[in-house]
């Protein structure tokens, strides 16, 4: 190992020591290796992803060739359901906010039940809810048959009579959803005030519910691998799923217990011997943009507050979705408002911190002061200062 050299008190001439035993250099290597693999995981992930993703058709029809919607259509309600920042209210795919709905799973659920009643009024003129124990199954059965055949060819997707009535069914549901409320839910009236993002965010909603239930062209399970989990919709785990859940966790605890076993064998002994070896530092005399960097941490320290308080109106609302200790804020702060607070201000006032711990240390790396880096530090502070309230105020 290499021995420390410049020991004075100037940080800048510190030189650390740099290790070049065989161990280090396999950890090293080994390190390579990790990132290469990952690297390359991802890669191959993220293009399965792209490659397995469920059809946007470009339009959408019944058996009469009929127009319900277009790929443009879904594009419009996807960029409402962002534009209302609903994913800060339930969730879509399994991805979202907790509060309210799984979107995809609420809209698949009420596909079922329309297309239960569909089959029963035509093939038994009574609802579904009387129907015998046989009647049941065999409507059942013609649902989960109906949902799970791909229609979609050449860019166009075909939907059955029945898949035609829940679609409708859908698209009423939210856009009276959106418009109305449900104060019991956690969600305001005049969600979405505009009746045509409506229609499109419901249109939007049946499609992903649609994907989760129809099998993939060639397979037995939906485009999310039978996500989420629906027995009325022929949505049950596959035994894929419980093969690689099992196989992921044996290899991650395989992989913890060879990391700590390596670890105790060979580098924990020489430790504290190489750490013995480190030159001492003393701090050098505080620079005047170093303390300028002072409100930084107040300005951390104010938007940390501000989480807390949005957190703390949340966790209420999880208790009590309609008032907060009897004062309607709903309308002025809803949940999905407060939620996505609570996540950007996590994110500025971390960055903040870094940028504030790392301006602080530019002289102690450097060995001196930078030209004007008090007036640069002031001025970003007061960008971050505009930033964090255009973060809350533009919401």
């Not at 290597?29 to 490659?51: C, D, K, N």
């Not at 339009?59 to 962002?82: H, I, Y």
């Not at 698949?108 to 569909?118: A, G, I, P, S, V």
């Not at 200790?325 to 996505?340: E, H």
Request: charged share 10%; no cysteine; net charge positive.
């Amino acid at each position: 190992m290499a021995t420390p050299t410049g020991l004075g008190t100037n940080p800048s001439q510190v030189t650390l020591p740099i290790r070049t035993d065989p161990l280090t250099r396999n950890l090293r290597r080994i390190l390579w290796v990790v990132l290469v693999v990952t690297v390359a995981v991802l890669l191959w992930g993220t293009q399965s992803v792209y490659q397995g993703a469920p059809p946007i058709p470009n339009k959408t029809v019944t058996r009469s060739g009929q127009v319900l919607f277009s790929s443009g259509d879904l594009a419009a309600g996807k960029a409402a359901f962002q534009r209302y920042d609903l994913m800060d209210y339930g969730s879509l795919y399994g991805n979202g906010a907790y509060f309210g709905p799984d979107f995809t799973a609420q809209s698949l659920h009420l596909t079922t039940l329309e297309m239960r009643h569909f089959y029963a009024e035509r093939l038994y003129h009574r609802p579904y809810s009387v129907l015998s124990g046989i009647g049941r199954d065999y409507v059942g059965q013609r649902v989960k048959a109906d949902l799970r055949t791909n229609r979609y060819t050449n860019g166009v997707l075909t939907l059955s009579p029945a898949e035609v009535a829940a679609y409708r069914r859908v698209v009423a549901h939210y856009d009276r959803l959106l418009s109305v409320g449900n104060p019991a839910g956690g969600i305001g009236p005049g969600t979405v005030p505009v009746a045509k993002f409506r229609r499109e965010i419901g249109t939007f909603f049946y499609w992903s519910g649609w994907s989760a239930a129809v099998n993939r062209p060639g397979d037995n399970f939906s485009y999310t691998n039978n996500w989420p989990y629906d027995p009325a919709a022929g949505n049950v785990p596959t035994s894929t799923a419980f093969l690689w859940t099992w196989a992921s966790l044996l290899v991650l605890f395989a992989s913890i217990g060879a990391v700590i076993y390596l670890y105790m064998t060979y580098i924990s002994p020489g430790f504290e011997a190489a750490k013995a070896k480190l030159p001492t530092f003393s701090w050098p005399q505080v620079t005047p943009s170093q303390l300028k960097t002072a409100k930084y941490f107040v300005l951390v320290a104010a938007l940390f507050l501000l989480q807390i308080l949005a957190g703390m109106i949340m966790a209420h609302y999880y208790s009590d979705r309609s008032s907060f200790f009897g004062l309607n804020l709903q309308g002025i702060l809803p949940f999905n408002i407060l939620k996505a607070w609570h996540i950007q201000l996590a994110v500025l006032w971390i960055a903040i911190s870094w940028l504030g711990a790392g301006l602080y240390l530019a002289p102690l790396v450097g060995g001196r002061e930078p030209k004007h880096q008090g007036l640069w530090v002031d001025l970003l502070w007061g960008t971050l200062v505009v930033v964090g309230v255009g973060i809350v105020v533009g919401m």
